[in-house]
T-cell receptor, first 111, second 113 residues
Framework: DQQVKQNSPSLSVQEGRISILNCDYT??????FLWYKKYPAEGPTFLISISSIKDKNEDGRFTVFLNKSAKHLSLHIVPSQPGDSAVYFCAASAGDDKIIFGKGTRLHILP | KAGVTQTPRYLIKTRGQQVTLSCSPI?????VSWYQQTPGQGLQFLFEYFSETQRNKGNFPGRFSGRQFSNSRSEMNVSTLELGDSALYLC????????????FGNGTRLTVT
């Protein structure tokens, strides 16, 4: 049973526009959410996180929004740049339990 | 600060053999987690070690095992390899506290023939 779901396997966005990546979760005990970015032949790189006591967290071009009632979070990248082309993983955990990852969304930034 | 180091980067084994993968965490990190990545399956959690004790475990068969040493370095062992074990194995370290992100190594690519 998938507790963290990324329903879009891929997404294409024009350079300079906003990229919005979505993630849904089923476990209401999750209280910490993260986004990772992965290039081929490299390990995932931590991007940004949010605690369940917040509904928004911003770091430069990256903003994560959390909607607890809908069990939904999203990552906004503004403006999108060519180097943002990668696979993005959403992840979640409850307390110090294991961090569970979604299957990823491949983002293509078009010139 | 040095990142998470995994060795070897690539490994080719045959069915039935066993393999040991190694991970050196970021200095000061006491938690090491292992994940398996296969195409279309994302990152599947194997287990987590904290202060030499297995703290969390995923849903993998007993052929997959691990351990952590007093210096926080960790090893993962897979016995009686199967073709389906071919994957990228990722190690990640963290402080081990709640709400602390994982920091990943570049993985070991295991191919079973």
């Amino acid at each position: 049973d998938q507790q963290v779901k990324q329903n879009s396997p891929s997404l294409s966005v024009q350079e300079g526009r906003i990229s919005i990546l979505n993630c849904d979760y089923t476990n209401s005990m999750f209280d910490y959410f993260l986004w990772y970015k992965k290039y081929p032949a490299e390990g995932p790189t931590f991007l940004i996180s949010i605690s369940s006591i917040k509904d928004k967290n911003e770091d430069g071009r990256f903003t994560v929004f959390l909607n607890k009632s809908a069990k939904h979070l999203s990552l906004h990248i503004v403006p999108s740049q060519p180097g943002d082309s990668a696979v993005y993983f959403c992840a979640a955990s409850a307390g110090d339990d294991k961090i569970i990852f979604g299957k990823g969304t491949r983002l293509h930034i078009l010139p | 600060k040095a990142g998470v180091t995994q060795t070897p980067r690539y490994l080719i084994k045959t069915r039935g053999q066993q393999v040991t993968l190694s991970c050196s965490p970021i200095s000061g990190h006491r938690s090491v987690s292992w994940y398996q990545q296969t195409p279309g399956q994302g990152l599947q959690f194997l287990f987590e070690y904290f202060s030499e004790t297995q703290r969390n475990k995923g849903n993998f068969p007993g052929r997959f095992s691990g351990r952590q040493f007093s210096n926080s370095r960790s090893e993962m062992n897979v016995s009686t390899l199967e073709l389906g074990d071919s994957a990228l194995y990722l190690c990640a370290s963290s402080s081990g506290l709640a709400d602390s992100p994982l920091h990943f190594g570049n993985g070991t690519r295991l191919t079973v023939t």
